[in-house]
């Protein structure tokens, strides 16, 4: 009973080591990591900047009557939102409204370190790549947002000349228009005479947004999509395929690299910062609660190794306020503990012995911690879901946080808290702040 | 039971009460005389873009030009590569974004010129590659309704959880004092910015959904002291429950709120040392949050659901 009491104690301790040295080195090799360590979290463009391009309203020739303020402002709430799905929450996308055009400052995706205008170009021109793709049998099955992006390429959004909508004179259902440039022309006459019975899947970036059936080889410039589409529905797909999503094609007409606006020291600065306050939060803890303290010390380290791990891992770019989010994550996220040691130690002076007062320390401490995170993870979805930019960046780092010291209180802290008593001296109550014997009793 | 209570939070609500509503119209007054100062992502501006001969020093020249406008200023340099690929030529840009309702005046734009021209950067004013642009706000009006909407909604819905979860309080009493309480910090947290005129922009957003999810966190482990004590002292009057439910729960706040004022202001005397402006305000009002938060928690928000339940029962018994 004893000894696996210790032995669960030494593999929770092991546990933890294991996960700070993984949020610290990472796993695999330099290049293709399984596991992304603290080096690879991707910072945001106040610390580590990024690129800085103008971009330009580029309407094909002929258009007439567009209301260009208009336009670019979708673009740019369009753009917001794309990149808000790459977990890039610190860009500054602005309308110039003198000359007409948009100003946009993304941060260096992960891993670049040298300034390249080419790679930065491309990197911007993919928001919204149109491409037709041979997708496989059973891949046209899935749901289409899980169709994947990998089949070999039959025509890209420069062999498109244009798409629109018309109406079936039969059905009244809507059909997609599209006509090809004649670069497109017999490419597409080849692949349709190859997939005749298979399916196509047009796609932007990643994602596959129609997936239709070939009927027949198709060696005109002009076909269509049918479907039971209806008129929003086929404008939305003609709209798509037209200018990949935006209202309007946007031309890069330049490119430059920006630098930080507070820069390296910063980081170093925020950084220092975070370990100071990580260990005169542990100092407090252990001055107070001491032993318990020490445990839930060992907890907080668990806590931000976890954080570290998301925030590497899902590529989430952290910004400076993001990090000062994440040291306070540190004294806030100490809180479960200190809900759980102060009913221990309630228990303890009600004279109860040190095994009841842990169980019933955890128990009466649970519905409180859980009813303080829910809600707090209410404010966290809402601005998940409506915010936008650093909004919603801050509504995960929030959730996260709230989260994992939930977790880590009501796991980690309480194996540890428990099996710990499996030692001598850690079952003596002065070692919990409370007088030996129980004040009262 | 009742020998645990050392301090009558109950009797001196009053008190409580004032001090809040006294902070709050001295930071009202300050607003009304001040004014809010809003950066450049919430209102727009301009953006001059000036070349230098080398590498310049970003943050000062913002601090220079604050001072010499007296207009909120970022600022940061831009390494442009422009010809082709053989022929490419590398120069460095200070682009300054000016927070302003208005363009900047002709006589505005020679000031920035003749500011850095006089503290020695190495500008170059003739050159093609300069420019003066107007800015819409990046946190356009719709990023800050959605903000506030999502404050609004996350309010209500933590309205009526608490309303759920705590009906033994008579849960809607319960949750509006709760909710008011999250209102008085937002409004502390506002008046800090007001006060030492620190510039609102996407930052302050974060800072103050912290401090409501913080702030919230305080008064519901609060409230359930109440509600278990409410089952167990079946016998007391709601004063003595509600102060012996404050006292029982005071060591975890304070201790919680010692651990995060550690954190916080550990990372306000960094970003002071070090002169990092944006994390200077984000601290600073995360400070003044927390402490409000857990002000309101203890003071506030169970004196307000006592208050309003002993006027419904006089009212009551009364009628």
């Known amino acids: ?441 | 039971m009742t020998s645990m209570i050392k301090f009558d939070f109950v009797k001196n609500r009053k008190i409580f009460f004032t001090i809040s509503i006294a902070i709050l119209l001295v930071f009202l007054s300050l607003y009304i005389i001040n004014g809010a100062v809003l950066d450049i992502t919430f209102r727009g501006g301009t953006r001059m873009s000036i070349e230098c001969g080398q590498m310049v020093d970003a943050n000062l020249a913002a601090v220079k030009l604050e001072q010499a406008l007296n207009k909120k200023v970022n600022t940061s340099v831009m390494e442009t590569v422009s010809g082709s690929q053989g022929a490419a030529k590398k120069s460095i840009m200070l682009r300054i974004d000016v927070a302003s309702e208005t363009p900047l005046t002709p006589d505005e734009e020679q000031l920035v010129e003749d500011t850095l021209v006089n503290e020695g950067f190495p500008v170059i004013l003739g050159s093609p590659n300069n420019e003066v642009a107007s800015i819409e706000p990046s946190i356009g009006r719709e990023t800050l309704s959605k903000g506030l909407l999502a404050v609004l909604i996350s309010s209500v819905l933590i309205l009526i959880y608490i309303a759920w979860r705590f009906s033994i309080m008579s849960g809607l009493s319960a949750a509006v004092s709760a909710v008011i309480a999250l209102i008085h910090d937002c409004l502390m947290m506002l008046g800090v910015y007001v006060a030492f005129r620190i510039p609102f922009n996407d930052v302050f957003i974060a800072a103050i959904l912290t401090i409501i999810g913080y702030s919230i966190n305080d008064t519901i482990i609060i409230y359930d002291r109440i509600r278990e004590n409410a089952r167990i002292m079946q016998k007391s009057d709601m004063a003595t429950i509600v102060n012996v439910s404050i006292w029982q729960t005071l060591s975890r706040t304070v201790n919680t709120t010692v651990t995060t004022l550690i954190a916080v202001i550990t990372l306000y005397i960094f970003a002071t040392v070090n002169n990092i402006a944006s994390l200077m305000g984000f601290s600073l009002s995360l400070v003044i949050g927390c402490i409000a938060g857990t002000y309101s928690s203890v003071f506030i928000a169970a004196n307000l659901w006592h208050w309003w339940r002993s006027m419904r029962m006089k009212t009551k018994t009364s009628g």
């Not at chain 1, 991707?42 to 007439?64: K, L, V």
């Not at chain 1, 839930?296 to 952290?318: E, M, P």
């Open chain 1, 1 to 441: 009973m004893k000894d696996s009491r210790a032995f669960k104690f030494f593999a929770m301790l092991a546990f933890i080591a294991l996960l700070c040295y993984l949020a610290f080195f990472g796993l695999g090799p330099e290049n293709s990591r399984i596991i992304k360590g603290a080096n690879e979290i991707r910072t945001g463009i106040d610390i580590r900047g990024g690129i800085s391009a103008i971009m330009i309203p580029d309407y094909p020739e002929g258009t007439q009557g567009r209301d260009v303020a208009e336009d670019l402002a979708s673009a740019r709430s369009i753009m917001e939102l794309r990149l808000d799905a790459q977990g890039i929450f610190d860009k500054n996308i602005n309308v110039d409204a003198t000359n007409n055009r948009i100003i946009i400052d993304i941060p260096w995706a992960q891993n670049e370190t040298r300034f390249d205008p080419r790679e930065a170009l491309d990197e911007l021109g993919s928001t919204g790549r149109l491409t037709f793709r041979e997708v496989s049998d059973a891949d046209a099955m899935l749901p289409l947002n899980q169709i994947p992006a990998t089949g070999a390429i039959i025509l890209d959004g420069e062999d498109i000349k244009t798409a629109s909508q018309s109406q079936h004179p039969q059905t009244g259902y809507y059909n997609v228009d599209l006509e090809l440039k004649d670069s497109g022309v017999d490419k597409f006459a080849e692949a349709t005479g190859r997939l005749v019975g298979h399916h196509i899947g047009i796609f932007i970036d990643d994602e596959c947004i129609s997936a239709p059936y070939v009927r027949t080889t198709i060696n005109t410039s002009k076909f269509f999509i049918e479907g039971d589409f209806s008129l929003e529905e086929a404008k939305a797909l003609a709209d798509k395929i037209r200018f990949g999503a935006l209202p309007v094609p946007l031309k890069p007409v330049s490119v430059d690299a920006i630098s930080a606006q507070l820069g390296q020291g910063a980081l170093d600065v925020a950084v220092r910062a975070g370990i100071v306050a990580f260990a005169l939060v542990c100092l407090f803890m252990i001055l107070y609660y001491r032993l318990p303290g020490l445990l839930a010390s060992i907890a907080l380290s668990a806590l931000v190794a976890l954080q570290i791990l998301f925030l590497a891992n899902t590529g989430i770019s952290v910004t400076l306020p993001g990090i000062g989010g994440i040291i306070l994550s540190m004294g806030m996220g100490v809180d479960a503990n200190v809900i759980i040691f102060e009913r221990i130690k309630e228990e303890l002076r009600e004279g109860k012995t040190l095994r009841a007062s842990i169980e019933t320390g955890f128990k009466r401490a649970f519905v409180a911690i859980m009813d303080s995170n829910i809600t707090t993870i209410i404010v966290a979805v809402v601005l998940y879901i409506l915010g936008t930019g650093p909004v919603k960046g801050f509504g995960v780092t929030l959730g996260l946080g709230v989260i994992l010291s939930f977790i880590t209180a009501v796991s980690i802290t309480k194996a540890l808290t428990r099996n710990i008593t499996a030692f001598g001296f850690a079952r003596k109550k002065k070692n919990y702040g409370v007088r030996e014997g129980g004040a009262d009793a």
